[in-house]
């Protein structure tokens, strides 16, 4: 899973949690989810905003993100752990140190149980340019942290090429 | 984003479709869900039995993942790349190779565009036994796929432990 940063603004002050329960949702229009637990303060944050941010750490912030994983906003003000920006929407707070950045406007939130799994229409996506490759995102180069079984983990080499390695399939 | 292969039966034969944009939707009940684009010959399945399967495919079947990317069940018969198997439900077909093995009942769609949103309540998970450690399914036995930018990575070093990392965090 994906290690990410959701950022919401709570009662006006950005608040950032740590989050791997997410993926892409739509290609068209584009959109994201992520599965919040219904107690978590930034859902208050997405619920009075409508909008939240999804922000790639790099290996280089895995302790601010763990931080943002370990304790609550009601507890502690996490509103100055990243250095925050907005970009299109006015209410989503972006990690500046995170290399990527993707602003969303809330589509729906479905409930689930214990968790509401919002799905958010993605309003822009920033990146750093020092992490693009011919004009694209590069995961070697944003060196995203995956989550698994309580740990952070890097990405590896490159296996195979995706719709290519799959030619060779014979029955 | 975790490189899956989705499982349904389709008028009674086992397909497989592979799919990243899938993640953990909720703990309590435990909840996945996946994106599929509407016209996948796999969600015409999904939605004639209301059962579908995440199968988690090992870096060794990588050939077997993309080719399962690369067509159509419309325009091959995909039933016996893996060899299936059945669980508690009856018409989720199981990828046997693959060293994880999650059964889903269908909790709920959201139409969200060009794809739909298929959220699924976990009924069983199976795991290969040769991939446990301490009776938990162990991601470096595992060996699981990254996806990202239309190539196939494996998971890199453990970095750090989460819920500890942060610990050393100070404003």
Redesign the interface.
Known sequence: ??TLIVGANVKGKPNYMTA??????????P?V?V?L?KTRYTAKGIEENKTFSLNVPS?KQ??????????SGTLADKS??FRSTYGKLKTAPLAEECPVNIECRL??S?D????L?Y?GEIVEIHADASCLTDG????TKINP?????????????????????????R?
């Not at 791997?20 to 229009?29: F, K």
């Not at 895995?62 to 994983?69: K, L, Q, S």
């Open positions: 899973m994906p791997a329960w997410a993926t892409v949702a739509c290609m068209a229009p959109m989810c599965a637990n290996v895995v302790v601010e993100t763990d931080h943002c994983g370990l304790i100055t752990v589509f729906k479905v689930c149980g214990s968790h799994l799905i694209k995102p590069d995961i942290i995956v989550y698994a079984q309580s740990a952070y983990f890097g990405v590896g080499k490159q296996v195979e090429k995706a719709f290519s390695a799959g030619k060779s399939y029955k």
